[in-house]
C-alpha cells in the first residue's frame, strides 16, 4: 500500500489519476498479504530449525527484494515469488570450504524437510533442490532461497563470503549493507508518507506500507520483465535497475512524476569511464554492475532497447494524460502487461477520490510485530525469534545520510547477487 490510497483529495489532478493507475497495477504484482505472512512464517520455521539443530551462533535473515520491499512477481508460467534468505554461519575461511559450507547448511534442511513430512504436516516444504548459490526449498505460491555464507572478516560488521559451485574463490556480498543505503535512499519520501498515513482513518500493517521509491522500482522491474520476456540472458538485473533508480531518485512524493524523472537521470549515472562501463555498488566502490556489458556488448544494447521503450511510453502517457483516464488507460493496455492494468482500472471510482474499496481488508491484518522505532523498520520483514536477525538488531554503519546521488561509501563491501546469475 502506498500514500495514494488513504490522503488523496477532493479532487485528483490527471498525473494523480496516473500515478494511481500505475501504484494500482504494480500492487496487484506484489506480495499479498496473505501470502507475505505464510513466506514469513515459513521463513522463521526453517530459521529456527537451523539455529537450533545447527551449530550455536547461526543466523538467518532475508535479502534483494524481499529485504527491500520490492519485490515483483516473476512473469513465468508459475509466477512464484522468490525470496532471498542468508543463513550465516560463524566460521572462518579457513576453517571450512564452499563445498562443505554448502552441504552442512543442505544437510540441516534436509533433515527439516524429513521432520516435517514424519509428522504429517502439510505446511513444509514441497521440494528442495541444490542450485549454484544456495538451497531452494518449494512452497505453493514462491520459493525460499538459502544462501550459506560466513562472516566477511575485511569487510566487517555486515559482509559475507558466498559459495558458488562455478567459481572457484570465495564470493563477497553485504545484502545488509545494500539495503542500509537504499532505505536511506527512500526515506527522503518516508517522512511525509508517516505524516500522511498517521492523519488517515485505516491503520496499515508497517510491513505493508510501499514508499515511492519501491514502487518506482518496482515498476521499472515489472516493464522490464514484460519487455524481455524468456531473454533472461539480455535482461538486466534487478539489482541494476535498483541501484540506478536508488541514485537517481530526488524524493519525489508523485509516482508519474518520480519515474519520468528518474529515467530522464538514469543515463547520468550509466557512464563509460577509461573505455568500460561503470554502474558501480553504491556500498562498494569496487563492485561494478555494468560489468556483463564490458564482456557482452549485446546485453547494453538490449538495456538501451528497454530504457528508450519506457522513456517513450512515458512520454507519451504525459501527453495523454489530459485527454481523460480511458485514453490513459488505452495506452497502458498497449505498453504493460494488460491483467494488472484491468485490474487497476477496474477498482477505479467513477466519481470522487480513488480509494479501492477492496483495500479495507488490509484494517483486518493484526500487526503482531509493531516495531519500537519509525522509519528503520518500515521496509523490512518483522521477526518474532531472537535467533533471527531482526531489523533492530542489524548492524548499521556510522555515517552521515548520503547526498542524493552520491556514493555510499562507509560499508565497503559488494552487493546481493541472484541465487542463479547469468553465465
Known sequence: MSAYHQTRDNTDTPEQMLSMLLDGAVEVLDISPDLYETAVGRYEEVGNWLA?????????????????????????????????LVCRLPLHRDSTTKEELKQRVGDQLVAYQRW????????????????????????????????????????????????????????????????????????????????????????????????????????????CMFFFGDDTDNRPPSILLTTLAGRAYRGEDDLFTAVRNVLAAIPHFTKKIDGQWVV????????????????????????????????????????????????????????FDPEPVKHSFARRPHEGPYRPADRRHRTALRDRHRPSQKADHLLWPALRHARLISPSRWPRSKRPSPTPGEPYEAANCAAPSPCDPPP
Request: aromatic content about 10%; some cysteine; glycine content about 8%.
Open 52 to 84: 537450533e539443530n545447527g551449530s550455536p551462533g547461526w543466523e538467518i535473515h532475508p535479502q534483494g527484494s524481499f529485504l527491500l520491499g520490492t519485490v515483483v512477481r516473476p512473469h513465468t508460467e508459475t509466477g512464484e515469488y522468490d525470496i532471498d
Open 280 to 335: 558501480p555498488n553504491p556500498a562498494h566502490k569496487g563492485e561494478n554492475f555494468a560489468d556483463k556489458w564490458n564482456e557482452y556488448p549485446e546485453r547494453r544494447q538490449a538495456f538501451r532497447a528497454w530504457y528508450d521503450e519506457i522513456s517513450a511510453i512515458m512520454d507519451n502517457l504525459a501527453l495523454t494524460e489530459s485527454k481523460g483516464l480511458d485514453v490513459v488507460y488505452a495506452q497502458l493496455i498497449k505498453s
Open 116 to 223: 516435517k513430512q514424519r509428522r504429517g504436516h502439510t505446511d513444509g516444504p514441497d521440494s528442495l533442490e541444490a542450485r549454484r548459490r544456495c538451497w531452494t526449498l518449494g512452497y505453493p505460491g514462491f520459493h525460499l532461497d538459502v544462501l550459506p555464507s560466513i562472516p566477511d572478516e575485511d569487510h566487517q560488521p555486515t559482509g559475507i563470503l558466498l559459495t558458488d559451485k562455478k567459481l572457484h574463490k570465495w564470493q563477497h556480498g553485504n545484502p545488509l549493507g545494500y539495503a542500509d543505503w537504499f532505505r536511506e535512499r527512500s526515506e527522503l519520501s518516508r517522512a511525509l508518507l508517516e505524516k500522511r498515513l498517521a492523519a488517515g482513518v485505516q491503520q496499515v500493517p508497517q510491513h505493508h506500507i510501499r514508499s515511492t521509491l519501491q514502487r518506482l522500482v518496482q515498476i521499472l522491474k515489472w516493464h
